[in-house]
């Protein structure tokens, strides 16, 4: 691949026409993701809510400066606390998402509440490097929201006249991704499916997203929304796709020869995409694939 610099964009609303909107984060890193919406006349279809109430409240802001029409729903296309955060500030609108991102979300509040019952009164445990101060205060307000409405592999809601499809093609980025495909607009918004000019992170199946990459570029689809980065198009999608294919085969190659995880990272140069941003990923990556092969052959 040749390395192009992740162009700049603002934070806030692009309108893409037809009463659809994209909210923008910059510089789409850590915890920095993007949202969207379709103003339905008489209900609004929110798409991913951000992870710090700040960033949500300025979300529902943008909103309400062009509809102040209901919530009628709110998708999640994943489980990942940027993404769903923000739920509850959603207010009155049906949570809708993959029944594997609800079943994700239960278990990882579940945890952390085993993880918050261990601890001193008052300890909130450790602040992950990535979570700013001012969100590590705000975060104290979340509470969990997973889905109440779930899906299995495929499902179809009407706004008006507009149709937007959720599809689910296996675990990729997560176990419960969900695509939320516009096709009279042509346009996908695929939550963290498609990372644009950084480095992606696979937390469930990195041979399926590519899979999942070659479902998406024969759609007919003109423009994406990532949950990362910049609105782009099938160029930037294949620019990850390049990145997740040399990750799978060079990090396989290693771990048929009896290398460690922490072999195959030392072995594995990624050459140019050491510039994309969030480049660290690759050790995460690695390792995540190896605890998937590993539980695949009983390990």
């Known amino acids: 691949m040749s390395y192009r610099p992740m162009p700049k964009y603002d934070t ?9 909107y994209a909210y923008l984060q910059w510089d789409g890193g850590w915890g920095i993701s993007n949202a969207g919406f379709l103003d ?9 809510a951000l992870m710090a109430p700040s960033m949500a409240h300025s979300f529902v802001g943008a909103m309400r400066d062009v509809s102040t029409a209901p919530f009628r729903q709110l998708i999640n296309t994943h489980m990942h606390a940027d993404h769903t955060n923000g739920n509850q500030y959603i207010e009155g609108a049906e949570i809708v998402g993959h029944e594997l991102c609800r079943q994700e979300m239960l278990d990882a509040e579940a945890a952390r509440i085993i993880a918050q019952s261990e601890r001193e009164p008052g300890d909130r445990g450790h602040r992950p490097a990535w979570i700013q101060d001012e ?19 495929r499902m179809t809601l009407h706004y008006g006249d507009t149709e937007v499809q959720l599809l689910h093609h296996g675990p990729a980025h997560t176990l419960g991704d969900t695509l939320v495909y516009f096709p009279q607009s042509k346009t996908l918004f695929s939550g963290d499916l498609a990372f644009f000019y950084a480095t992606p992170l696979c937390r469930g199946d990195m041979a399926n997203w590519v899979k999942i990459c070659d479902l998406i570029a024969g759609m007919d689809i003109e423009r994406i929304i990532p949950g990362h980065g910049p609105p782009g198009g099938k160029r930037e999608l294949e620019d990850m796709r390049e990145y997740l294919a040399f990750m799978v085969e060079e990090t396989r190659k290693r771990y048929d020869e009896g290398m460690t995880a922490e072999q195959a990272a030392a072995s594995i140069d990624i050459g140019e995409w050491a510039k994309w941003p969030e480049s660290e990923r690759k050790e995460m ?15």
């Open 135 to 153: 969100w590590w205060e705000e975060l104290a307000e979340v509470r969990s929201t997973p889905p109440t409405t779930t899906y299995g592999d």
């Open 285 to 299: 990556n690695i390792a995540g694939m190896y605890a998937r092969w590993d539980a695949q052959s009983g390990q």
């Open 12 to 20: 806030g609303l692009v309108e893409l026409g037809d009463g659809l």
């Open 40 to 48: 339905g006349g008489d209900g609004l279809l929110v798409i991913d």
